[in-house]
């Protein structure tokens, strides 16, 4: 691949520069894939997006550093802040008041899945200093996943509401937790407060730019229009410059664009719909996060002791998701089948939890690596079974009006067989 890009460089001298050019191709080549993966196979786009990224990576990509910097940190942040924003803008507090149960369960499922996954990697023979932080990697399920699989599917009902609210809950934790992890890691804290001073500090500045964020949106609504084009890139735009800003003052980009959607959901309870517009630029953001994480994901090395304890990760923290997305189901209005449901849900990781490992691989470079050689095929793992995981728990929670395979199936049938069905 290095040596292809060589001989590339010696006669291609675009304007924009040679990345340009190898980034262009690859979004080309995801989008095809994608489309031709959800149409022949009934499964999400993200899959396709997620395995052209993986044959980049695989080939040798050189078009991404790792950990993650620059442009690319700052677009993959950009994508999960829009999709955290929306889906923070579909929460309403008053529901964790009236169902307090939501919220019991969602701490169960993320304190279980830490500690289960932190024993084990220790049992595992995984010093300390990495098993704490690959334990904070393992919380963060992905609502970035999960809503393009709901996307795809046209799934609607309780168990897709509530695995999106805990997917993004788990992402909060992971955000806070991690970001604060990752500055004690380097120089590890000698009482309590200096633990918890770092976690005031991102949770503090993030809430901030959040509030600020959703101050700025509620007065564009209030002059604008939601479907207008020009409400949409206003919406962006203030997204963008509100993750940069945070980021650059110690808090955590996506978990501001995160509050920002909660805190807009109070300040205007009314339904309002997501523009159009910004539908399309989301779209483009996330295919092409997607495609760097899983680029970024593949590059890692593996051998026969990674792959345990990989796949040993990934068994207990599906284990442990379901486990505690069960004690807390005890109260919280849904049946136990809905939670077996909901629990498979919430299996993809990726974006997020690429952005908490590159933060600990930036704060130590020996810890770092330790982390990024089991974190990151994990995230790669369950980047696609994660997906393919989901969007079977929703078609077997019956809430998606697009049965799984039914289209795929019905294309493979003879032309008098499905006239005669």
Not at 130 to 156: E, H, K, N, Q
Request: hydrophobic fraction near 60%; glycine fraction near 8%; aromatic fraction near 6%.
């Amino acid at each position: 691949m290095n040596e292809l890009m060589s001989f590339w460089a010696q006669w291609l001298r675009p304007s924009a520069g040679l990345p340009t050019v190898q980034w262009s191709l690859l979004l080309a080549a995801a989008a095809v894939t994608g489309y031709l993966v959800q149409r022949y196979s009934g499964l999400p786009k993200v899959v396709g997006y997620t395995l052209v990224g993986t044959v980049a990576g695989l080939a040798g990509f050189s078009g991404l550093v790792w950990p993650l910097q620059g442009i690319g940190l700052f677009l993959v942040e950009l994508a999960v802040a829009v999709v955290l924003f929306e889906a923070g803008g579909r929460i309403p507090l008053r529901w964790f008041r009236h169902n307090p149960m939501v919220l019991v369960q969602s701490i169960a499922e993320s304190a279980l899945t830490y500690a289960a996954v932190y024993w084990v990697l220790l049992w595992m023979s995984v010093p300390e200093r990495a098993a704490g932080p690959l334990a904070l990697v393992a919380i963060a399920a992905s609502p970035t996943v999960l809503t393009r699989v709901v996307a795809d599917t046209r799934a609607a009902g309780p168990v897709t509401d509530r695995a999106i609210v805990l997917a993004t809950l788990s992402s909060l934790y992971a955000l806070v937790l991690g970001s604060a992890q990752a500055e004690l890691l380097p120089r590890p804290a000698t009482d309590w407060q200096g633990a918890i001073y770092p976690v005031l500090v991102v949770l503090g500045v993030s809430i901030v730019m959040g509030a600020l964020l959703s101050l700025l949106v509620r007065l564009a609504l209030r002059v604008m229009s939601p479907g207008s084009e020009n409400t949409s890139i206003l919406l962006l735009a203030l997204i963008a410059a509100a993750a940069a800003i945070a980021a650059h003052m110690g808090g955590s980009a996506p978990l501001a664009a995160l509050l920002g959607g909660m805190l807009l959901k109070q300040l205007h309870p009314r339904p309002w719909a997501w523009p159009r517009q910004m539908g399309t630029a989301a779209s483009l953001l996330t295919m092409l996060m997607f495609v760097l994480v899983s680029t970024v994901a593949a590059q890692a090395g593996w051998s026969v002791q990674v792959a345990g304890m990989v796949l040993a990760l990934i068994a207990v923290r599906l284990l442990a998701k379901a486990v505690g997305v069960g004690v807390g189901n005890v109260g919280s209005g849904a049946s136990w089948r809905q939670a077996l449901w909901v629990s498979c849900a919430m299996t993809p990781m990726s974006a997020i939890a690429l952005l908490v490992a590159s933060q600990f691989a930036q704060a130590s470079a020996a810890t770092g690596e330790l982390i990024a050689g089991i974190a990151l095929p994990a995230i790669l793992l369950m980047e696609v079974l994660g997906a393919v995981i989901a969007t079977l728990a929703i078609y077997r929670a019956g809430e998606t009006s697009k049965p799984w395979l039914a289209a795929s199936a019905s294309r493979k049938l003879p032309t008098t067989e499905k006239d005669a069905s």
